[in-house]
């Protein structure tokens, strides 16, 4: 695989040949609890990039994180809202009942899940999905030497020729840690996990 170039905050960086490396073969616990701001790991697996992200800026209720090359992911309770520079970026979503789900909230049956993308030739396209919940269970993460007890929330997201299932991981106090959640076809899913407290 091909990894992004990765650069924490707290120091560390790509090998000095220049090489991206695999964030996850030079991350510790130690160097994360001494961080002085949170760290996100995001990866997509289609795309065979991953990276570490801070977060810079915040704006009602969305978290806006990105890696040392200016890559942006933004979340909304841990639900994508948008991307910016991966190649196949999700412009903007509405992701309400999504958010509320991941949070372990809502009403039973299907909800609406709204996103906006550019097409090839630089106009809007919109993609609404039908989405549900498919399941809860207890589930204990172990995100890089971290135990973190949680509540998984599965979702079946219906496009009207396929469908998606997308996971969030919630922490008691409701933050969201870990998702799998589809954000488009070309980029295809994006995981996220917070690694710190």
Known sequence: MRWRALLLLTGLAACASGA??????????E??????TPILLAELPELETAATLAPVAARDGVVHWQTA?????????????????????LMS??????????????????????????DGE????FVTLQC????RTAETLDLIGLGVATIRTDERC????????NAY???????????????????????????TR
């Open 132 to 135: 549900r919940v498919t399941g």
């Open 20 to 29: 991206a490396v695999d964030p996850r073969s030079v991350l510790t616990r």
């Open 69 to 89: 090359d200016g890559v942006r992911i933004s979340l909304r309770d841990g639900v994508a809202v948008a991307t910016r520079g991966t190649g196949f970026d």
């Open 158 to 165: 219906h496009l009207p020729d396929r469908s998606f299932d």
């Open 169 to 195: 991981w919630r922490r008691a106090d409701g933050t969201v840690v870990k998702a799998r959640q589809w954000i488009g076809d070309g980029a295809g899913y994006l995981l996220t996990e917070r690694l």
């Open 122 to 125: 630089d106009q809007i396209a």
């Open 93 to 118: 979503a509405d992701v309400e009942g999504s958010r509320r789900a991941a949070l372990g909230a809502g009403a039973a049956g299907y909800y609406p899940r709204f996103h906006t993308y550019l």
């Open 31 to 36: 160097t994360l609890d001494a961080s002085p």
